[in-house]
């Protein structure tokens, strides 16, 4: 019979155990806690009977329920979409503008067409579709095809200047400088015009001179009074919103050599149902006529 030691420093039995000098107290875990620990590994041998758990070759064990969190999320998704189903079709057979005026397709367009919007819009047009250099605000109300949802849903449909779309916007204002149609002080003094009809600081001698220029060259898109046409897509020249930058240099390289920007037809990318929804949440933002 081995002969019990106790510690003399702490007052508790050894188990007999000793390295370089060093004895093992005899200070078993809490009962509550050996409990814990076994009721822990039967639940988990539970859990792997009865659910998903030991992954094979090709597959997994699939548990006595047969269980499935992918099977859930599946479930859960086809019931959304059957549930939305019946909208969704309302809107495919609904014209645009009906679209608008029925509060039910509208709320479910909004919210489907801001999505889209994100996805797809957002890269250009910000992604509060405040727009940017080259890129229009579509929350205010200057715009150069039309502000009409109709307006909106076509331009969506067929994008701007997209070649592979033979219903597309399309516009092309003249390289007057490149071209060789106006020389360099001809092209000063229409830009120190254009400046004068949004009130910003001009040339007022250079502006006198640049309104017959003006006239001659530019009024048939732009209009006499330079706000523009929005059948042309000719941008509005006497407000405060500007395309290409409001300094005299900005209006002077659009007029020697003008940017055309490109936006593709998203209809047959998207679909006419998808189109209806975005055209019915950027006419929401506001700035739609």
Same mark, same amino acid.
């Given at each position: 019979?081995?002969? !019990? ?9 050894? !188990? ?8 093992? +107290? ?15 590994? /039967? ?13 094979? /070759?090709? !597959?997994?064990?699939?548990?006595? #329920? ?30 645009? *503008? ?6 039910? #397709? ?39 095809? &039309? ?13 701007? $200047?997209?070649?592979?779309? %033979?219903?597309? $916007? /399309? ?9 060789? +149609? ?6 000063? %003094? ?6 004068? #009809?949004? &009130? ?9 001179? &640049? ?7 530019? *009024? ?20 405060? =919103? ?6 005299? +240099? ?8 003008? $940017?055309?920007?490109?936006?593709? *037809?998203?209809?047959? $990318?998207? &679909?006419? !149902?998808?189109?209806?929804? +975005?055209?019915?949440? =950027? ?7």
């Amino acid at each position: 019979m081995s002969k !019990t030691e106790i510690d003399h420093i702490s007052g508790t039995e050894t !188990t007999g155990h000793e390295w370089d000098g060093i004895k093992e +107290l005899n200070t078993p875990l809490p009962r509550w806690w050996l409990w814990t620990f076994y009721i822990t590994i /039967i639940w988990a041998i539970g859990y792997t009977v009865f659910y998903p758990a030991w992954p094979l /070759i090709s !597959t997994n064990t699939k548990g006595l #329920l047969g269980y499935s969190s992918r099977g859930q999320v599946a479930a859960e998704l086809a019931a959304a979409e059957a549930a939305k189903g019946g909208i969704i079709a309302k809107i495919a057979s609904t014209d645009v *503008a009906d679209i608008a005026a029925d509060p039910e #397709l509208s709320r479910f367009a909004i919210a489907a067409g801001h999505s889209t919007f994100k996805v797809y819009c957002s890269q250009c047009h910000g992604s509060g579709a405040q727009g940017g250099p080259g890129y229009p605000n579509l929350n205010d109300d200057d715009w150069l095809w &039309g502000g009409t949802i109709d307006d909106i849903f076509t331009t969506i449909n067929h994008g701007i $200047r997209f070649a592979a779309d %033979d219903d597309t $916007r /399309i516009s092309e204002m003249p390289a007057f400088g490149l071209d060789g +149609l106006l020389d360099r002080t001809q092209i000063e %003094d229409v830009a120190s015009y254009v400046l004068s #009809l949004s &009130g910003k600081d001009h040339d007022a001698a250079a502006a006198e001179a &640049g309104k017959a220029i003006f006239a001659d060259n530019c *009024a048939s898109c732009h209009g006499e009074d330079g706000k523009g046409d929005i059948s042309l897509g000719a941008p509005n020249l006497a407000d405060a =919103i500007w395309f290409y930058g409001d300094t005299k +240099l900005a209006i002077m390289a659009q007029v020697n050599n003008p $940017r055309h920007g490109v936006m593709p *037809a998203w209809g047959p $990318r998207l &679909g006419e !149902t998808t189109v209806k929804e +975005l055209a019915v949440y =950027i006419h929401s933002l506001g700035g739609g006529e």
